[in-house]
């Protein structure tokens, strides 16, 4: 009996100090939660966070017509609502990842359970499938990092309770709408939208069934199951998504039959900054939204993320037009340079030691070994050396087996271009063209580059001297003059004509772009004279004072070219380029608005400007960009100039439509490098084909028949008598004969120009300026 008792009190003690045990483990654990409640292991976020989580969302270019042509981002996001969520994707997301999410409060206490038991007693640190779309959306919200066990405990907790907070301030709808765009899919896709773009090129409301099971099977291991590098793998998931909708009865058999026997058909269209459509005018447009947001800042003391604020950048480019100069640019420059490798040969200057090795010597690889002690001979040994290289090529294979000698060469005989349409009226850039790739080559030729623009600058040296009096019936002789004061200097014409006893009118001269008349005509007018136009009309460069000037030995950039070149179009007063029109946050809130302002007064008379679009629109009809008639079967109203610099270096063509100025460019970047030969390297076979080809997709588009359709003004009356002249006058008879045309003609030049004699030609010169 004793030994009974002895036993009954051992079994109370038992059962007491379990008892008591256990209620000191439940309340250690309250304690435990509590305190982690309280924030004594981190704080929580507060309820107005939880209440206003705002994703990083990816900034939206839009065109003209509000069409998406870019994103701005560190991690491509893009949110949608829940009612763009097709229902299959709904029930892919819920069966897969928590059969039970419109059952619990945002904690599945069983699965918590069966994560602590195997986590905490068989320390699998990599045992999951606990966590619910709740839970799943707070680590995505606010990541987790720990080095020890305990810590994932805390972190499981943290998880809980604020899933939990998030119950109770959104709707079901809402969290699954908050995850999905949240959620990061393969390939460092952030968010639905961004994964269905990306893999199948299609906005998230249009993703079929088995589309659907793919991106939600991925969520598993986003490598692990990327449909574009493990096909095999992503089918198994997928099929494994469509059995558990199929379990849950979310599809039936004949639909889940169909969906896995269906192969991945992907249609993988990465977004990348430096991809897509004008790559060089998103990164204009990003340039100015970063100062733009440093003075909204300084103005207002709001901080703005331009790369994920979700903001909407209303630009005033046309995406149809760019869609067709882009791919303009790239029929002909593929041509152009190979054009371009065939006529040099094996006279290839890229190719010779003394033109590559001073660029070899600059490379970072060359300073890299030079600062390692290696020889000469080492170093070229090695910069010798074959490797697979990534380098762009118009071939279409990026990946070579080049060495670095090799690659710099390539560099060197890799010609560029840029392309530019701007609205004359208001200064709205439609084009934006920078360079030949831009993954490749970041160098903005369109604002940045500022190169020799050749006989394109002959217009405003016209001009110039048409305010001054000069009339277009005018004669000047052609033939080349030998300038004593400067060095002999003698300018001659492309063409090599005979022009010994033949003087032409200001039309002939710029029709065919001659030389010998267009620095006469600056002699005439004086290059103050034409200085002073050239910055009345936009030009910010400096113009050197010399009388090169009149055969474009200034440098300038594409915009300020096209801006020049405006005030031709714009009752003689040149528009400033913009490109930006508004800016939206992701309220739809107007953050700023930009319009045109005019800053420059008219700069010659309306008189003048019909003459000058005269003599350019004779210039496409028979003159040097004829071509656009006979050879693109052109039939437009457009006015133009071509423009080739020393040794062919560069390549231009202005294109003038009644309502649209744009700029073409060719060349090396490499300024001692040009054409071997001017019929390949001259503006009209450079330059001009990329804006006839261009034309051509705009005349085929209905959406833009406002520029392809559009007529200059008919001739007045007094602009036609002025120019009624035949445009050759040879020299009388006793000039003839007592001029000795073997005998080089020389001469002094005089810069300051000469004034007008006669009372008559002062009185009309006074007439004519008045009319500005």
């Not at 190979?338 to 040969?345: I, L, P, S, T, V």
């Not at 939206?584 to 302002?597: H, M, Q, R």
């Amino acid at each position: 009996m004793p030994k009974k008792k002895k036993r009954s009190t051992l079994k109370h003690k038992f059962i007491k100090y379990l008892s008591l045990s256990i209620g000191a483990g439940i309340l250690l654990l309250v304690l435990f939660f509590y305190s982690i409640k309280a924030g004594l292991f981190g704080k929580l976020p507060e309820q107005e966070v939880l209440a206003n989580i705002k994703n990083a969302q990816a900034t939206e270019i839009l065109d003209e017509k509000s069409e998406n042509i870019g994103f701005l981002y560190r991690s491509y996001r893009s949110n949608v609502g829940y009612d763009e969520l097709p229902q299959h994707l709904i029930d892919a997301l819920v069966a897969t990842e928590d059969a039970r999410f419109y059952e619990h409060s945002g904690v599945d206490y069983r699965s918590v359970f069966r994560v602590l038991v195997k986590t905490i007693l068989l320390q699998d640190r990599s045992a999951g499938g606990g966590s619910t779309l709740s839970q799943q959306l707070v680590k995505n919200l606010f990541p987790r990092e720990y080095s020890y066990k305990f810590e994932i405990l805390v972190i499981k907790i943290k998880e809980a309770i604020i899933a939990q907070r998030l119950e109770e301030i959104y709707t079901k709808d809402e969290l699954l709408t908050l995850y999905l765009n949240t959620v990061s899919f393969p390939d460092n896709t952030f968010g639905i939208e961004a994964a269905s773009q990306t893999f199948f090129n299609k906005p998230v409301d249009k993703l079929s069934l088995d589309e659907s099971a793919i991106l939600v099977g991925s969520l598993k291991a986003t490598y692990t199951y990327n449909p574009r590098i493990f096909p095999e793998n992503s089918i198994e998931r997928r099929n494994v998504v469509l059995s558990q909708m199929h379990k849950y009865n979310k599809i039936g058999e004949e639909a889940y039959k169909n969906a896995i026997a269906k192969e991945i058909e992907l249609d993988y269209r990465p977004i990348k900054a430096d991809k897509g459509i004008a790559p060089y005018f998103r990164e204009q447009v990003r340039q100015e939204l970063v100062k733009w947001a440093d003075e909204y800042e300084k103005e207002t003391g709001k901080s703005i993320d331009i790369y994920g604020d979700g903001l909407k950048i209303h630009t005033t480019l046309n995406k149809n037009m760019q869609l067709y100069a882009e791919s303009s640019m790239k029929s002909h420059m593929q041509r152009l340079q190979k054009a371009f490798e065939d006529n040099w040969g094996n006279l290839a200057p890229w190719k010779k030691k003394a033109v590559y090795q001073q660029y070899v010597s600059r490379s970072h690889h060359y300073r890299a070994l030079k600062s390692q002690g290696k020889t000469e001979e080492e170093i070229q040994n090695i910069l010798n050396e074959k490797k697979e290289m990534q380098l762009f090529d118009w071939s279409g294979s990026d990946v070579q087996t080049l060495s670095v000698i090799d690659s710099i060469q390539h560099a060197l005989k890799t010609l560029q271009s840029g392309f530019l349409a701007m609205d004359p009226k208001s200064g709205a850039i439609k084009t934006w063209i920078g360079g030949i790739d831009f993954e490749y080559f970041k160098y903005d030729h369109v604002s940045q580059s500022k190169r020799q623009v050749g006989s394109t600058f002959k217009p405003l040296v016209y001009m110039a001297a048409l305010e001054r009096g000069v009339e277009p019936c005018d004669y000047f002789p052609a033939r080349a003059v030998s300038y004593e004061n400067l060095e002999g200097w003698k300018p001659t014409n492309s063409d090599d004509e005979d022009y010994a006893h033949i003087n032409v009118s200001m039309q002939e001269a710029l029709r065919k772009s001659m030389n010998t008349v267009s620095v006469k005509i600056l002699e005439e007018t004086g290059i103050s004279s034409v200085i002073n136009l050239a910055e009345e009309v936009g030009i910010k460069s400096n113009l050197p004072r010399v009388a090169s000037l009149a055969l474009g030995t200034a440098e300038m950039t594409m915009l300020e070219l096209a801006t020049a070149y405006s005030s031709f179009l714009n009752d003689g007063k040149a528009s400033e380029p913009y490109f930006i029109k508004k800016i939206i946050d992701a309220s739809g809130n107007v953050l700023a608005e930009f319009k045109p302002e005019n800053q420059y007064e008219k700069a010659f008379s309306s008189l003048n400007q019909e003459i000058m679009i005269e003599m350019m629109e004779e210039v496409v009809n028979t003159g040097t960009a004829s071509r656009l008639r006979w050879k693109y079967k052109l039939k437009n109203d457009i006015a133009g100039k071509t423009g080739t610099t020393q040794n062919n270096r560069d390549g231009w063509f202005v294109g003038l439509l009644p309502n649209l100025v744009t700029v073409s460019w060719t060349g090396s970047d490499n300024g001692s490098i040009g054409f071997r030969s001017t019929s390949i390297g001259q503006g009209a076979n450079s330059a001009l084909p990329i804006f006839g080809l261009w034309l051509q997709k705009v005349n085929s588009d209905p959406s833009l028949n406002q520029y392809s359709k559009s007529q200059f003004s008919a001739l007045s009356d007094k602009a036609m008598r002025s120019m009624d002249c035949p445009p050759i006058k040879e020299d009388g008879f006793f000039k003839k004969l007592f001029t000795n045309p073997d005998k080089e003609k020389s001469k002094d030049f005089d810069e300051d120009g000469k004034e007008k004699k006669g009372l008559f030609k002062r009185i009309k010169k006074l007439f004519k300026n008045d009319e500005k």
